[in-house]
């Protein structure tokens, strides 16, 4: 499992009964987890002292219950990166922290080719963890979200990290078509970053389930890598999708055309009060080496 250990705004506390308790900078929430299947005892302190509680309803959704007032948004700091921190529906807070070891590998990728002529594709881009990081390194970025709500807060965390004058193009559209747009238009990148949804439904009502669409997805976004492409890395919180899976897919699609090689892992995060990482996702990464 990849993890980082250069988090200090952020702290994974302790885990136990289907919830996680967090320290985001100064404020402790606690939020459900699905994967958090055993029942430790909670003897960590902070178990009652959180700020807030993200309470799911038998009836679908939940609500956050506050205990100690904080504030309705706040900014935490992840190496050289600043991010703006917001509680919202379904549990979110506007950042995924398990993602810094992805950013961290961006950046890598992104110094160690030697170009300052790097363009980037980020598509399901959310709040833009990995577009920050990638502007960061000099690299152009085209990030790509169907919200208009999560493109505009991409463009805050852009602002804090001071990269809002960088090489971008903040596009509100969905992914698919764009990429296919792309193709028409003879447009191509050298690192793809994605990580799209679990499960959704299109404007038409058409059911979107990562597992059938996945495949698909890939070969067509294959067709924007440019001639000499440094990275495509696939990230999925779908439990029915193992890093395995992502890495033949993309074995089978990137690597015969272009040579490389693939990692797969879980992605986590260490828990301090057990020291053991919990999962939070997976990630399939190729590189051209």
């Known amino acids: 499992m990849r993890t980082t250990n250069f988090w200090k705004d952020y702290e994974l506390i302790d885990t136990s009964c289907g919830e996680k308790l967090e320290r985001w900078g100064d404020i402790i929430l606690i ?8 029942k430790t005892p909670k003897k960590h302190p902070l178990w009652k002292q959180a700020n807030a509680h993200y309470k799911r309803s038998h009836k679908g959704g939940g609500q956050w ?18 991010y703006r921190i917001r509680p919202m529906g379904f549990k979110h807070t506007g950042l995924f922290p398990e993602q810094a070891v992805n950013w961290d590998y961006t950046r890598e990728v992104i110094r ?9 594709l980020n598509l399901f881009a959310y709040t833009g963890g990995a577009t920050v990081a990638a502007l960061k390194e000099g690299a152009s970025v085209v990030h790509v979200d169907a919200s208009k709500g999560m493109v505009n807060y991409a463009k805050e965390n852009a ?14 559209d969905d992914c698919t078509k764009f990429v296919e747009r792309e193709i028409r238009r003879g447009h191509h990148y050298d690192i793809i970053i994605m990580d799209p949804p679990s499960y959704g439904r299109g404007p038409g009502g058409e059911v979107w389930k990562l597992e059938d669409k996945i495949y698909d997805l890939v070969e067509t976004c ?12 696939i990230n999925s919180y779908t439990t029915g999708l ?11 699609i990137v690597s015969s055309k272009y040579g490389g090689t693939i990692e797969c892992d879980e992605i986590g995060l260490t828990t301090t009060a057990s020291g053991m990482c919990l999962p939070c996702g997976a990630s399939a990464i190729w590189r051209k080496k």
């Open 159 to 172: 602002q804090l990290s001071g990269v809002a004058d960088g090489n971008v193009r903040w596009l509100v």
């Open 242 to 252: 193992s890093p395995s899976v992502m890495s033949y897919i993309l074995g089978s």
């Open 65 to 82: 219950e506050v205990y100690r007032p904080y504030p309705q948004e706040w900014t935490i700091n992840y190496r050289d990166l600043t």
């Open 222 to 233: 294959s067709k924007v890598l440019s001639d000499d492409p440094l990275m495509f890395l």
């Open 31 to 38: 939020r459900p987890d699905p994967q958090i299947i055993w």
């Open 112 to 120: 160690q080719s030697g170009r300052d002529d790097v363009k980037v």
